[in-house]
T-cell receptor
Protein backbone atom coordinates (compact mmCIF):
# COMPACT_ATOMS: atom_id res chain seq x y z
CA UNK A 1 0.00 0.00 0.00
CA UNK A 2 1.76 3.11 -1.19
CA UNK A 3 1.92 6.01 1.20
CA UNK A 4 0.95 9.60 0.51
CA UNK A 5 2.59 10.56 -2.74
CA UNK A 6 3.59 14.11 -3.45
CA UNK A 7 5.11 15.43 -6.63
CA UNK A 8 7.25 16.97 -7.62
CA UNK A 9 9.70 16.54 -4.74
CA UNK A 10 11.50 19.71 -5.77
CA UNK A 11 10.11 22.61 -7.77
CA UNK A 12 11.89 25.75 -8.87
CA UNK A 13 9.89 28.67 -10.15
CA UNK A 14 10.76 32.22 -11.15
CA UNK A 15 8.90 35.07 -9.50
CA UNK A 16 5.54 35.58 -11.16
CA UNK A 17 5.17 32.00 -12.38
CA UNK A 18 2.62 29.49 -11.19
CA UNK A 19 3.38 26.50 -8.99
CA UNK A 20 1.24 23.37 -8.93
CA UNK A 21 1.81 20.85 -6.18
CA UNK A 22 0.14 17.46 -6.31
CA UNK A 23 -0.83 15.08 -3.56
CA UNK A 24 -2.22 11.58 -4.00
CA UNK A 25 -3.62 10.34 -0.69
CA UNK A 26 -3.24 6.85 0.60
CA UNK A 27 -5.64 4.30 -0.80
CA UNK A 28 -8.93 4.54 1.02
CA UNK A 29 -8.26 8.01 2.39
CA UNK A 30 -10.70 10.73 1.39
CA UNK A 31 -9.43 13.53 3.64
CA UNK A 32 -6.45 15.65 2.68
CA UNK A 33 -4.59 18.34 4.62
CA UNK A 34 -1.98 20.74 3.28
CA UNK A 35 0.71 22.26 5.50
CA UNK A 36 3.57 24.69 4.83
CA UNK A 37 6.92 24.51 6.59
CA UNK A 38 9.48 27.28 6.57
CA UNK A 39 13.11 26.41 7.40
CA UNK A 40 13.71 25.71 11.10
CA UNK A 41 10.01 25.99 11.87
CA UNK A 42 7.05 23.75 12.50
CA UNK A 43 4.34 23.01 9.98
CA UNK A 44 1.55 25.54 9.54
CA UNK A 45 -1.92 24.31 8.61
CA UNK A 46 -3.21 25.67 5.33
CA UNK A 47 -6.29 23.83 4.14
CA UNK A 48 -8.36 20.72 4.76
CA UNK A 49 -10.30 19.10 1.93
CA UNK A 50 -12.54 16.17 1.30
CA UNK A 51 -13.39 14.94 -2.14
CA UNK A 52 -14.80 17.90 -4.08
CA UNK A 53 -15.15 19.99 -0.90
CA UNK A 54 -13.03 22.49 0.97
CA UNK A 55 -13.78 21.96 4.64
CA UNK A 56 -11.46 24.49 6.22
CA UNK A 57 -9.19 26.95 4.45
CA UNK A 58 -8.50 29.18 7.43
CA UNK A 59 -4.75 28.81 6.99
CA UNK A 60 -4.65 29.72 3.31
CA UNK A 61 -3.45 33.15 2.24
CA UNK A 62 -6.36 35.08 0.83
CA UNK A 63 -4.71 35.75 -2.51
CA UNK A 64 -2.80 33.66 -5.03
CA UNK A 65 -3.33 30.34 -3.21
CA UNK A 66 -6.01 27.82 -4.02
CA UNK A 67 -6.57 24.12 -3.42
CA UNK A 68 -8.80 21.48 -4.85
CA UNK A 69 -9.45 17.78 -4.38
CA UNK A 70 -11.48 16.57 -7.37
CA UNK A 71 -13.54 13.43 -7.50
CA UNK A 72 -10.88 11.81 -9.60
CA UNK A 73 -7.18 12.47 -9.34
CA UNK A 74 -4.86 14.03 -6.82
CA UNK A 75 -5.35 17.06 -4.65
CA UNK A 76 -3.73 20.16 -6.12
CA UNK A 77 -2.28 23.14 -4.26
CA UNK A 78 -1.91 25.99 -6.71
CA UNK A 79 0.14 29.12 -6.10
CA UNK A 80 -0.20 31.85 -8.67
CA UNK A 81 2.37 34.60 -9.30
CA UNK A 82 4.84 33.14 -6.84
CA UNK A 83 7.05 35.41 -4.75
CA UNK A 84 10.27 34.61 -2.88
CA UNK A 85 8.34 34.35 0.37
CA UNK A 86 6.48 31.33 -1.00
CA UNK A 87 9.69 29.31 -0.87
CA UNK A 88 9.03 26.55 1.63
CA UNK A 89 8.33 22.85 1.99
CA UNK A 90 4.70 21.98 1.40
CA UNK A 91 3.43 18.79 3.00
CA UNK A 92 0.26 16.90 2.38
CA UNK A 93 -1.32 14.48 4.82
CA UNK A 94 -4.24 12.15 4.31
CA UNK A 95 -6.57 10.32 6.66
CA UNK A 96 -9.53 7.99 6.29
CA UNK A 97 -11.71 10.21 8.47
CA UNK A 98 -11.77 13.62 9.97
CA UNK A 99 -8.84 14.55 12.18
CA UNK A 100 -5.19 13.64 12.28
CA UNK A 101 -4.72 10.43 14.23
CA UNK A 102 -2.81 7.19 14.10
CA UNK A 103 -4.25 6.45 10.66
CA UNK A 104 -3.11 9.73 9.14
CA UNK A 105 0.14 9.96 7.23
CA UNK A 106 2.28 12.69 5.74
CA UNK A 107 3.90 12.67 2.35
CA UNK A 108 7.55 13.47 1.74
CA UNK A 109 6.76 17.04 0.77
CA UNK A 110 7.41 19.34 -2.17
CA UNK A 111 10.22 21.82 -1.73
CA UNK A 112 9.39 24.97 -3.62
CA UNK A 113 12.15 27.42 -4.40
CA UNK A 114 11.28 30.74 -5.95
CA UNK A 115 14.17 32.46 -7.70
CA UNK B 1 -2.74 34.05 19.44
CA UNK B 2 -2.88 30.55 20.75
CA UNK B 3 0.01 28.36 19.75
CA UNK B 4 2.09 25.36 20.64
CA UNK B 5 5.73 25.94 21.44
CA UNK B 6 8.82 24.15 22.65
CA UNK B 7 11.27 25.14 25.36
CA UNK B 8 14.58 24.11 23.76
CA UNK B 9 15.53 24.25 20.11
CA UNK B 10 18.38 21.70 20.43
CA UNK B 11 18.91 18.78 22.79
CA UNK B 12 22.11 16.75 22.78
CA UNK B 13 22.26 13.39 24.58
CA UNK B 14 24.67 10.47 24.74
CA UNK B 15 23.72 7.32 22.94
CA UNK B 16 22.02 4.98 25.38
CA UNK B 17 20.82 7.75 27.66
CA UNK B 18 17.22 8.76 28.08
CA UNK B 19 15.99 12.01 26.57
CA UNK B 20 13.08 14.26 27.46
CA UNK B 21 11.64 16.75 25.02
CA UNK B 22 9.21 19.32 26.35
CA UNK B 23 6.33 21.23 24.86
CA UNK B 24 4.06 23.95 26.17
CA UNK B 25 0.67 24.58 24.66
CA UNK B 26 -1.72 27.44 25.25
CA UNK B 27 -5.04 26.22 23.87
CA UNK B 28 -6.84 24.80 26.88
CA UNK B 29 -9.51 23.40 24.56
CA UNK B 30 -7.08 21.05 22.82
CA UNK B 31 -8.35 17.50 22.87
CA UNK B 32 -5.62 15.55 21.24
CA UNK B 33 -1.84 15.73 21.11
CA UNK B 34 0.66 14.07 18.84
CA UNK B 35 4.42 13.84 18.74
CA UNK B 36 6.05 13.69 15.33
CA UNK B 37 9.59 12.90 14.28
CA UNK B 38 10.96 14.56 11.19
CA UNK B 39 14.22 13.50 9.61
CA UNK B 40 16.04 15.75 7.21
CA UNK B 41 14.29 15.97 3.86
CA UNK B 42 11.34 13.86 4.95
CA UNK B 43 7.79 14.36 6.09
CA UNK B 44 6.70 14.13 9.73
CA UNK B 45 6.37 10.63 11.06
CA UNK B 46 3.85 9.80 13.77
CA UNK B 47 5.45 8.65 17.03
CA UNK B 48 2.81 8.61 19.72
CA UNK B 49 -0.40 10.36 20.63
CA UNK B 50 -2.42 11.10 23.73
CA UNK B 51 -5.94 12.29 24.33
CA UNK B 52 -6.82 14.99 26.81
CA UNK B 53 -8.51 12.51 29.15
CA UNK B 54 -5.20 10.75 29.74
CA UNK B 55 -2.04 11.72 31.66
CA UNK B 56 0.39 9.19 30.30
CA UNK B 57 0.78 6.85 27.39
CA UNK B 58 3.57 4.45 26.62
CA UNK B 59 4.82 3.05 23.38
CA UNK B 60 7.93 1.20 22.38
CA UNK B 61 10.79 3.14 24.02
CA UNK B 62 8.65 6.28 24.07
CA UNK B 63 6.36 7.75 26.70
CA UNK B 64 4.21 10.84 26.43
CA UNK B 65 3.13 12.74 29.53
CA UNK B 66 0.36 15.31 29.57
CA UNK B 67 -0.11 17.82 32.37
CA UNK B 68 -3.29 19.73 31.64
CA UNK B 69 -2.99 21.89 34.73
CA UNK B 70 0.10 23.64 33.41
CA UNK B 71 -0.57 22.81 29.75
CA UNK B 72 2.63 20.89 29.32
CA UNK B 73 3.45 17.89 27.16
CA UNK B 74 6.64 15.86 27.15
CA UNK B 75 8.14 13.05 25.13
CA UNK B 76 10.51 10.65 26.81
CA UNK B 77 12.72 8.45 24.66
CA UNK B 78 14.45 5.62 26.48
CA UNK B 79 17.90 4.29 25.56
CA UNK B 80 18.40 6.66 22.66
CA UNK B 81 19.89 5.32 19.46
CA UNK B 82 21.61 7.09 16.55
CA UNK B 83 18.44 6.67 14.52
CA UNK B 84 16.59 8.85 17.01
CA UNK B 85 18.45 11.91 15.73
CA UNK B 86 15.79 14.13 14.17
CA UNK B 87 13.60 17.14 14.85
CA UNK B 88 10.68 16.39 17.12
CA UNK B 89 7.45 18.34 16.96
CA UNK B 90 4.51 18.36 19.26
CA UNK B 91 1.16 19.13 17.72
CA UNK B 92 -2.29 19.70 19.10
CA UNK B 93 -5.74 19.36 17.71
CA UNK B 94 -9.04 20.69 18.94
CA UNK B 95 -12.07 18.58 18.21
CA UNK B 96 -15.13 20.60 17.37
CA UNK B 97 -18.74 20.06 18.28
CA UNK B 98 -19.26 18.14 15.05
CA UNK B 99 -17.00 15.38 16.31
CA UNK B 100 -14.12 16.17 14.01
CA UNK B 101 -11.08 18.36 13.80
CA UNK B 102 -9.72 20.51 11.05
CA UNK B 103 -5.98 20.55 11.35
CA UNK B 104 -3.01 20.41 13.66
CA UNK B 105 -1.18 23.27 15.31
CA UNK B 106 2.53 22.50 15.44
CA UNK B 107 5.28 23.78 17.67
CA UNK B 108 8.62 24.93 16.27
CA UNK B 109 10.44 21.70 17.00
CA UNK B 110 13.38 20.41 19.03
CA UNK B 111 16.43 19.08 17.27
CA UNK B 112 17.58 15.94 19.09
CA UNK B 113 21.23 15.09 18.56
CA UNK B 114 22.53 11.69 19.66
CA UNK B 115 26.23 11.69 20.45
CA UNK B 116 28.20 8.43 20.24
Amino acid sequence: NAGVMQNPRHLVRRRGQEARLRCSPMKGHSHVYWYRQLPEEGLKFMVYLQKENIIDESGMPKERFSAEFPKEGPSILRIQQVVRGDSAAYFCASSPGRGMNTEAFFGQGTRLTVV
Amino acid sequence: GESVGLHLPTLSVQEGDNSIINCAYSNSASDYFIWYKQESGKGPQFIIDIRSNMDKRQGQRVTVLLNKTVKHLSLQIAATQPGDSAVYFCAEEEWNSGGGADGLTFGKGTHLIIQP
